[in-house]
């Protein structure tokens, strides 16, 4: 259905800043334009798209709401506009980034171009960096291990959505350096393999199909691990599968840890708790998640036990993965950013 679509923002007193948001006609940024347009603290100036120039968003997402024209890319200015969210696929996203940063203005990167910190991992998975001046610069942005660092930063690079839940699923545990060896078992909505690809797998998005994919090495594995080394892990070896399942949106991880030490069931959890007590957007639960408890939030619900015939350390995280995978984590980290209270416009 429709939202009803106001040509005036819902603003609560002066903007805290003008906002852009580049790559607009995909899911992840026209779900983060709708989010800026319906903060109450950040006005909505700009969007653009490589794609669907000249349409207006509310036309091509109905259902969001927002009444701007997608502007072209290359006639881009970034004067009036403080910060800006960028939804380009990695390789288009630095060089838009870098000139944003020439101009002064704070960004929130939604690709991978500024995750990983190896610029030779980096060329690896990805070709070459179309600003790697940048990478020292850029913080990771999964708030709930750098928030801080967020906060003084002027570069933030969002986690793509699996390193999202499966470092959230699996940070207490590294912290503690208990893993020596890892699974991920990865289930994405297939608006999880963007725009263009969701309308190949109509399969999938008619619900009759499931599919594993990467298995031969998905991109986001040497993230995850490289997080997971920053949060004191060793080098655990990893296994990371991801699969596509018959829904729009929502993400699952189901994590298997070989622990260096027996623990018990009260003893992770509590570790957890611990970990989380204070987290406003993580939500420790009694039983494995479902997608669909967490569907339009930012929040990541997460459960832990052990395996009494393995030993193996379980651990399983729900997000949504348009949403904390990609568009309301970058709001949240906007918002740290700009000073503003984390939860604002996605609370």
């Not at 699996?162 to 699996?170: C, Q």
Request: hydrophobic share 40%; proline share 7%.
């Amino acid at each position: 259905m429709a939202r009803s679509v106001n040509s005036q923002q819902p603003l609560s007193g002066d903007p805290a800043a003008r906002v852009l948001v580049a790559g607009a006609s995909g899911y992840a940024g026209a779900l983060a334009a709708r989010l800026t347009w319906n903060h109450p603290r950040l006005e909505l100036v700009r969007t653009t798209a490589r794609t669907d120039a000249g349409a207006r968003l509310d036309h091509l997402y109905p259902e969001n709401g927002v009444p701007l024209t997608l502007e072209e890319p290359e006639r881009l200015d970034p004067a009036g506009v403080e910060a800006a969210i960028v939804a380009y696929p990695h390789g288009a996203s630095a060089p838009l980034v870098a000139s944003l940063r020439e101009a002064g203005v704070k960004v929130v990167d939604l690709s991978a171009d500024f995750r990983l910190r190896d610029l030779d991992l980096y060329g690896r998975w990805y070709g070459e960096h179309g600003a790697p001046e940048l990478i020292a610069e850029a913080v990771y942005g999964l708030t709930e291990l750098n928030r801080e660092r967020i906060r003084e930063a002027d570069l933030v690079a969002n986690p793509g959505c699996y390193p999202t839940a499966s470092v959230l699923a699996l940070a207490p545990l590294a912290q503690a350096g208990l893993i020596e060896d890892l699974v991920i078992d990865a289930q994405s909505g297939v608006s999880g393999a963007g725009r263009a690809a969701a309308e190949r797998l109509r399969g999938v998005v008619d619900g009759d199909d499931s599919m594993a994919y990467g298995v031969a090495g998905h991109r986001h594995r040497p993230e995850i691990s490289q997080e997971l080394q920053a949060l004191g892990s060793n080098d655990a070896p990893l296994t990371f599968v991801p699969h596509l399942l018959p829904f729009d949106q929502g993400e699952l991880v189901s994590c298997y840890a070989r622990t260096s030490r027996p623990l018990e069931p009260g003893e992770i959890a509590e570790l957890y708790r611990a970990r989380y007590a204070d987290e406003p957007f993580v939500e420790m639960v009694d039983e494995p998640p479902g997608v669909a408890a967490v569907r339009e939030t930012n929040l990541c619900r997460i459960h832990v036990t052990v395996d009494a015939e393995s030993g193996r350390a379980l651990a399983f995280a729900a997000i949504d993965n348009l949403w904390k995978g990609a568009a309301s984590q970058a709001i949240q980290n906007l918002n740290l950013m700009l000073g503003l209270p984390e939860g604002e416009g996605i609370s």
